[in-house]
């Protein structure tokens, strides 16, 4: 069973407008989140965290919300840049000191100019 | 540099080899981790030390595979007898332990192919 899953295999958008990615997950254990973005022969690089304690986490053109009782998280990117185009994963992890994360298969993003 | 370096970036072997990748985390970091993705996946998680001692290990990782760290720097993962199914992309990632254990900082991956 797959416990955390972004059923969106891709998303295409206008370069200054807004990047929507969602993620669901099932497991209620989960306690932090995360999201990370990959560049073709690259690791994933680290974009952004939220805890379960919040709603809401915004860095820069990033923000990401988290639904709860969802169990729903959604990147937003404003205004959307060429540069962003890359696989964005979204990860859960039981607790921040936890050793095990899970992540979803990713959402592949084109900002188009 | 000073971010997670991997080696090789890309291994083809033949089935039945045995192969070894290294990883070298971020200096501080004593947390490192092993992935594997395949194509259209996201990682999955292998293994994870934390200094050299190993805390835990995924189902995924057969009796095939070990891993070491044996100095808590470094760390060497192994597959026997490789599979055409253990083709995939082996990612290793690091980070320090406490409250922001989960920035995890990853190195570009070895690639495996196994013909």
């Known amino acids: 069973d797959q416990q955390v899953k972004q059923n969106s295999p891709s998303l295409s958008v206008q370069e200054g407008r807004i990047s929507i990615l969602n993620c669901d997950y099932t497991?209620?254990?989960?306690?932090?989140f995360l999201w990370y973005k990959k560049y073709p022969a690259e690791g994933p690089t680290f974009l952004i965290s939220i805890s379960s304690i919040k709603d809401k986490n915004e860095d820069g053109r990033f923000t990401v919300f988290l639904n709860k009782s969802a169990k729903h998280l959604s990147l937003h990117i404003v205004p959307s840049q060429p540069g962003d185009s890359a696989v964005y994963f979204c990860a859960a992890w039981p607790e921040p000191n936890a050793g095990k994360s899970t992540f979803g298969d990713g959402t592949t993003l084109t900002v188009k100019p | 540099d000073t971010g997670v370096s991997q080696d090789p970036r890309h291994k083809i072997t033949k089935r039945g080899q045995n192969v070894t990748f290294r990883c070298d985390p971020i200096s501080e970091h004593n947390r490192l981790y092993w992935y594997r993705q395949t194509l259209g996946q996201g990682p999955e998680f292998l293994t994870y030390f934390q200094n050299e001692a190993q805390l835990e290990k995924s189902r995924l990782l057969s009796d095939r595979f070990s891993a070491e760290r044996p100095k808590g720097s470094f760390s060497t993962l192994e597959i026997q007898r490789t599979e055409q199914g253990d083709s995939a992309m082996y990612l290793c990632a690091s980070s320090s332990p406490g409250t922001r254990a989960y920035e995890q900082y990853f190195g570009p991956g070895t690639r495996l192919t196994v013909t």
């Open positions: 497991n209620s254990m989960f306690d932090y």
